[in-house]
């Protein structure tokens, strides 16, 4: 069920990057009012769910740090440990992807 949701939250991603991208109005909307832009992509988001939208830009990059995982009083030292390494291992690609263009871009 997780890799349904997953493969479906990236193909909304991708196709909202797409538009943002090729459109640059359509960026400016969305970041203006993000729910409305995206209604009229045909994705409705309920209205009692927070989107924050950030431009990144090229020098920068972004880490997101999810909310505490519900019950984590009773994890272990090690069970908290291999949840901080999914973080670490997911946040260390996103750098090695930037550094990887940065490194592209100045050639």
Do not use: C
Not at 2 to 21: F, G, M, P, V, W
């Amino acid at each position: 069920m997780d890799n349904i949701i997953t493969s479906e939250y990236d193909a909304l991603r991708a196709k909202i990057l797409a538009r943002a991208h090729k459109d640059p109005q359509f960026a400016a909307d969305l970041m203006l009012d993000a729910h409305k832009s995206l209604q009229q992509m045909g994705i409705n988001v309920p209205k009692n769910i927070k989107l924050t939208l950030v431009m990144e830009e090229e020098q920068s990059i972004i880490l997101f740090i999810p909310p505490p995982p519900q019950g984590i009083e009773q994890l272990s030292n090690e069970e908290l440990l291999n949840i901080a390494a999914g973080s670490i291992q997911e946040n260390a690609e996103l750098l090695t992807w930037h550094l990887n263009k940065t490194k592209r871009d100045l050639q």
